[in-house]
């Protein structure tokens, strides 16, 4: 019933004061107390090289908001204060009550992002910059659980602003021995420590998914895209976020970001007589056992798609499956590839954006003049893969349901790089022409071992005997294990590398 709301919005270039004056109009109502600031003009900051430098203007401009809506919170006798970057997504609809219950004058939920970083440090150098300590990752990986003391939390926290201490905590201006750099999370650090107050990061529950700060250089489209990346990382453990209802949107346009079609690979449950029969001799290479049902259904729900392809006579296809996770970038990265390629006048036939490489002695060879591109060795997967109606006619020419084994075993045979020259040798003709993005776009949701992994390859039946389980020693399956670290001697380290792959590796 005391909720209230400062919303102030300013320097903007799109149309977020129109979102946010809609979206305010709608929900006014639910509020106790509701500010609204919008400021249309400037929309740049005089000093700034682009809108994502953090200028001393800046800093010192959204520290005044938040010294603003601290000081209307205290007027109002609020008892809590929290603090949320708008980029930052709530996801425990319990967050605000698990704070509270820890009464703690500082306190903040611990946010995921797709890299190591998170919304606390756990170390501080005496000039107040950020400090390694052995103490960071076991929290961040929620290794250990609990509330922590920490000398930095930001971007959202709760202060408890019944405590007599709070008092002390300003976010603006600086306080009088203040010494260190202009920046803004440093110097509310620097009020608490001033305060007496310690603050405290909490990991007990998955709380929240934000996206990595960019550089200066970075544009708007930049962060556009890295943060629908947290979005589609908050679907890898939770339900996906949906935009508020009290908003009008746009319908969404479907977008095959210049391919023919875009499928998806499910692995289904039923089997049609289609005279299917298992290559001779295969057995997993891990656990020596034959083809699963799992396996066999993955395999026809590609098969399927290449003939659709071919049917439909489809230049271009994507071609991904149904657990996977997005690289940062990923639709640009990959638009960008396949104009290289187009321009560059590559013949492919198919091309990987997610794999496990297996052969890990050497490096893979790049491909002259296109960015991110190698040719590809043995590898596991087909979490996802471009390929060429050429790749898909080849693929269904072999007759792969006369000698079954796994799809990701089948294709390096077929682009002759399978280091079991017996299973080759069923297959006469072993021309694909197959490439690999490097690094690569997307990766597995989950490994072996992982909370929530699930296996509709490895834990099934045997392919013709629903009665003899296939559900053997995970441990053992390096099949679904992460990519194990390469060496120095077998990275692929002279592929020419494109910008956006230099934003991805900074954020992380």
Request: glycine letters at 4%; charged letters at 25%; hydrophobic letters at 35%.
């Amino acid at each position: 019933d005391g909720d209230g709301r400062l919303v102030a919005t300013d320097h903007n270039s799109d149309n977020t004061t129109a979102i946010l004056r809609e979206w305010l109009i709608n929900v006014q109502n639910f509020y106790h107390y509701v500010e609204w600031r919008p400021q249309e003009e400037p929309s740049v900051y005089e000093d700034e090289s682009g809108p994502k430098h953090w200028t001393s203007l800046r800093y010192e401009h959204v520290m005044k908001l938040r010294q603003a809506a601290l000081d209307t919170a205290r007027e109002m006798w609020a008892d809590y204060f929290l603090m949320v970057d708008c980029d930052n997504l709530l996801t425990n609809q319990d967050v605000l009550w698990q704070l509270m219950q820890e009464n703690k004058t500082i306190v903040a939920p611990m946010l995921e992002s797709r890299a190591a970083y998170s919304n606390f440090w756990c170390g501080m150098t005496s000039q107040g910059y950020y400090k390694r300590t052995p103490a960071y990752m076991p929290i961040r990986r929620q290794e250990k659980k609990g509330c922590f003391a920490v000398p930095m939390v930001h971007s959202t926290f709760l202060l408890d602003l019944r405590k007599e201490a709070s008092r002390g905590l300003a976010f603006f201006p600086p306080h009088p021995d203040y010494s260190w750099a202009f920046d803004d999370i440093i110097i509310f650090a620097f009020s608490a420590r001033m305060a007496e107050v310690q603050m405290y990061i909490c990991n007990r529950e998955t709380y929240g998914y934000f996206p990595v700060p960019l550089r200066s250089h970075n544009t708007l489209q930049d962060e556009a895209d890295s943060f629908l990346h947290s979005l589609l990382e908050v679907m890898v453990r939770s339900p996906p976020s949906e935009p508020s209802m009290y908003l009008s949107l746009p319908p969404k346009q479907p977008d095959k970001m210049g391919f023919d079609e875009v499928r998806m690979a499910l692995n289904t449950s039923q089997i049609e007589a289609l005279g299917i029969q298992m290559l001779p001799g295969y057995s997993d290479p891990y656990h020596g056992r034959p083809l699963t049902k799992g396996e066999l259904n993955c395999f026809l729900s590609h098969f399927n798609i290449w003939t659709e392809i071919v049917d439909r006579g489809l230049k271009t296809s994507l071609v991904i499956e149904d657990d996977l996770r997005f690289e940062v970038f990923f639709k640009r990265r990959l638009q960008n590839l396949m104009e290289e390629i187009e321009s560059q006048r590559l013949d492919w036939d198919l091309i990987y954006i997610g794999r496990k490489r297996m052969q890990v002695d050497r490096p893979e060879k790049s491909v002259p003049r296109i960015h991110n591109l190698v040719e590809a060795d043995y590898s596991y997967w087909t979490l996802g893969y471009m390929i060429s109606l050429r790749g898909a006619q080849k693929l269904l020419r072999a007759e792969p349901l006369k000698n079954m084994l796994p799809v990701d075993e089948f294709l390096p045979v077929m682009y002759n790089k399978h280091p079991i020259e017996d299973y080759m040798s069923h297959f006469e003709r072993r021309d694909l022409r197959a490439f690999s993005a490097e690094p690569l776009l997307v990766y597995p949701t989950h490994y072996t071992g992982d909370a929530g992994y699930i296996s509709d390859t490895e834990t099934s039946t045997v392919w013709d005997n629903e009665t003899v389980r296939t559900d053997w020693d995970r441990a053992r399956s390096r099949k679904s294990s992460e990519q194990e670290e390469l060496s120095t001697e077998a990275q692929n380290s002279d592929v020419l590398q494109s910008p956006l792959d230099s934003t991805a590796r900074d954020e992380l």
